[in-house]
């Protein structure tokens, strides 16, 4: 399976599309207002403690304050609190943790008010982005992420990816790191760690440790709101989860950000700087990879099949629920069962792709088509586990119901992407209302007296819609015909598709549109 990466910069921002196989599976939007980004660590300031719910709130600069529960603080918060405190009072000044005695873990069924206090200085990390009506989830357990590993500090632990399963591999890991890593800096080593050799991982330790010296230096002189670790941009962060051999090319349509992610292609993958490729085609990037009309077919509430069949995607306020049809082309197979079977299963590949490219999370309920067999109902839940496998979303799905209806929750750690697909009807503009159509046509002649007699102009034509080109043209004899003897004047009429029905242009003989202005 190929992978592309396009990104087009825009004013506001910047817009990612990955695709796989030319298709489009993720698509992300990231604008440079946004601050409050999965993976930036802030020096906040707690607002209010709430014993009710074992939380605090706390003021991280963004409109309303962040979200922190008890349970998100870590074991290790005490050892985070005095750390905090220490380098602001500039009573410790080295990042290093060998020579900083680590306090006593945090007891795991205690409360808020046990641990923190009202307008105390607090170092937190979002974990959940702003959504709806909610501010940032925050959380106290801190955590740097590499290509390979992902740094965590105030722990000792060296913890492996679940998913390697060879023994002999996660016993290589675990000794090795064990071996590198710095004193009270946990590890945990992703999936990509695989096979690598110890320089690549000592290399991408190395660039973590480097990342959390700069965010001490920053907490030193820090004020409260500041960011003192910022998560790398939204494409680097996409290449640093997911640039694998499957990637073909990776196309960016301006320069800074094409020179900002070749540095860092470089320092995690030099060999893959070569399919780096800096757009300069005249149309837009977006438009020659197809992009552009996939967004339109992909974001309505209604998204067709490729045997005929459509799902209708629905959003509540509790949850998203997406209902699979049929259709009326989808007969292909001779019994009802086979035919649900086939369009279920090209439901469940879509579907996989809507999740990622809406980026949906929460609660999803699928309606899929009545199966009766308990065969076909396992083959379309494996289907779906086997679409959502590379999603980097934590997800989990359950198995269909007797009624049919498969549950999925999937990780949201930001606003869900939405894109209006309508477009304003440029016949009526919005109103709903258009001039009468039967009156075109005289519109169109009374115009065209005024233009021959009272304006005098000569060889002129008319750019309408192709049902008024037929009305005018067809016919022994035809009105245009009736017009050259009325006026002693050739009238040309030209077809134009992207002129509404009761919209027209006249246009004189060197082709500029002449204005109706009658008086």
């Known amino acids: 399976m190929s992978s592309e990466l396009v990104i087009n910069s825009t004013p506001l921002g910047g817009r990612i599309a990955l695709l796989q196989d030319k298709r489009l599976v993720e698509y992300h ?124 500090p105030f722990s000792d632990s060296v913890n492996i990816s679940k ?42 330790l190395q660039n973590l440790v480097e990342k959390w010296e700069a965010g001490v230096q920053a907490l030193r002189n820090a004020r409260p709101r500041d960011k003192i670790i910022g998560e790398m941009s939204r494409a680097s962060s996409m290449l640093r989860d997911m640039l694998n051999e499957s990637f073909d090319s990776i196309t960016v349509d301006e320069k800074d950000t094409f020179e900002e992610i070749r540095t860092y292609i470089r320092t995690i993958a030099p060999d893959k700087e070569k399919i780096l490729k800096l757009y300069n085609g005249k149309t837009k990037v977006f438009e020659a990879f197809g992009i552009e009309k996939q967004l339109k077919s992909i974001f309505g509430r209604t998204v067709s099949l490729p045997g005929g069949g459509y799902v209708i995607i629905e959003h509540t306020e509790a949850l998203h629920v997406i209902d699979v049809n049929s259709g009326n082309k989808s007969n292909a197979e001779a019994d009802q069962e086979a035919n649900a079977v086939n369009v279920n299963l ?96 005289d519109v169109i002649e009374t115009n065209l007296e005024y233009i021959l007699t009272k304006q005098n102009e000569k060889n002129i034509s008319i750019a309408v819609h192709p049902y008024l080109h037929a009305y005018f043209t067809r016919g022994i004899p035809s009105l245009r015909m009736k017009w050259f003897f009325r006026y002693k004047s050739w009238v040309k009429v030209e077809k134009d598709t992207s002129l509404g029905i009761t919209e027209y242009k006249f246009k004189n003989q060197q082709g500029e549109e002449i204005e109706l202005v009658q008086g």
Do not use: W
């Open 163 to 204: 998913k390697i399963t060879d023994k002999e591999e996660r016993q290589r890991l675990q000794r090795l790191l064990s071996s590198i890593k710095p004193q009270h800096f946990g590890i945990i080593v992703r999936t990509v760690a695989e096979g690598k050799e110890v320089a690549e991982l000592d290399r991408d």
């Open 29 to 152: 939007i990231e604008e440079k207002e946004n601050n409050f980004t999965v993976g930036d660590i802030y020096f906040g300031t707690v607002r209010k403690l709430v014993p009710g719910l074992n939380a605090a709130f706390v003021d991280i600069g963004y409109e309303k304050d962040a979200f922190l529960h008890y349970l998100d603080l870590g074991p290790n918060f005490a050892s985070l609190n005095k750390f905090t405190k220490e380098v602001i009072a500039k009573r410790y000044n080295t990042h290093k943790l060998n020579n900083f005695p680590l306090e006593p873990e945090i007891d795991k069924l205690g409360k808020i008010t046990q641990v923190l206090a009202k307008n105390a200085p607090i170092l937190v990390q979002v974990v959940k982005e702003p959504i709806s009506t909610k501010g940032p989830r925050l959380s106290c357990e801190l955590s740097i992420a590499g290509r390979y590993i992902v740094l965590v």
């Open 346 to 441: 090209e439901a469940a590949k879509e579907i996989a792709r809507q999740l990622r490219v809406r980026d949906m999370g929460g609660i999803i309920v699928v309606d899929f088509i009545d199966m009766k067999k308990p065969e076909n109902k396992k083959l379309v839940y494996e289907k779906m586990k086997e679409e959502m496998d590379t999603d980097r979303s934590k997800f989990t799905i359950l198995p269909l119901s007797k009624f049919g209806l498969m549950q999925i929750t999937r990780q949201r750690v930001r606003p869900e992407l939405n894109i209006t697909t309508g477009e304003t009807c440029p016949m009526c503009g919005g109103t709903g209302k258009i001039t009468a159509s039967i009156l075109v046509a």
